[in-house]
C-alpha cells in the first residue's frame, strides 16, 4: 500500500533532522459545525492573537463536525488535518495511518489520501481523507507516522477515540 507523499520545498533552517507530526484533527465530512466557530472575530489586537483555526486550516469548510471523543459504529469516512514542521531545505515526507483497538493487538493499515495541503514557513498543513473498516464498539488509538523520504527522519503523533 502507498503511503501519501508530499515534496517540501525551500525553508529557513537547514536541519533535515527536525520532523515533527502533530497529533491529528479528526472530522467527520458532511455535516455542518453550527457548534464550531473556527472564525476569529476582527479586534484592533488580532495580530498579537493565536490564529483561528480556519488561519490554520485555510481549506476545511464549515460543512465538518470535529470528534471530540466519540464516533458512531457505522461511520465510514473521517478526515484527519494533521500539521507537520520541517525544516529541511528540500524533502518528501511519507504518511501513514495505522489504528489498533485498545482489547487487541492487532494493527489495521489504513490508508491515507491527501487531499489539499500548503507549506507556510517550516510548517506544512495537510488535510487527509480515511476510509474506515468496520470498526466494533471500544476504545481505538490513532497513530500518524510522517517520515522524510531522504534522511529517514520519522516522527508520530497518536490519537484516541470511542466507537460507541
Known amino acids: 500500500m502507498a503511503a501519501s507523499r508530499v515534496s517540501v520545498g525551500p525553508a529557513e533552517n537547514p536541519d533535515p533532522a527536525n520532523l ?20 476569529k472575530p476582527e479586534t484592533p489586537d488580532s495580530v498579537t492573537e493565536s490564529p483561528s483555526l480556519q488561519e490554520i486550516y485555510r481549506f476545511i469548510s464549515n460543512r465538518v463536525s470535529p470528534v471530540v471523543d466519540e464516533l458512531d459504529a457505522g461511520e465510514r469516512q473521517l478526515l ?3 500539521l507537520t514542521s520541517s525544516e529541511a531545505a528540500e524533502s518528501e515526507i511519507d504518511f ?4 489498533k ?6 494493527q489495521i493499515r489504513l490508508a491515507p489520501e491527501m487531499i489539499g495541503s500548503e507549506r507556510r514557513e517550516s510548517m506544512f498543513v495537510s488535510l487527509f481523507s480515511l476510509v474506515l473498516p468496520g470498526l466494533k464498539p471500544g ?14 527522519a ?11
Open 20 to 39: 515533527k507530526v502533530y497529533p491529528p484533527f479528526l472530522l467527520l465530512p458532511g455535516t455542518p459545525a453550527a457548534y464550531l466557530n473556527i472564525v
Open 80 to 82: 484527519a488535518a494533521v
Open 101 to 106: 483497538a485498545a482489547d487487541s493487538a492487532e
Open 96 to 99: 501513514r495511518a495505522e489504528l
Open 154 to 164: 520519522e516522527s508520530r503523533a497518536e490519537r484516541n477515540f470511542r466507537i460507541r
Open 139 to 152: 476504545r481505538y488509538t490513532l497513530t500518524w507516522t510522517a517520515q522524510d523520504v531522504t534522511t529517514g
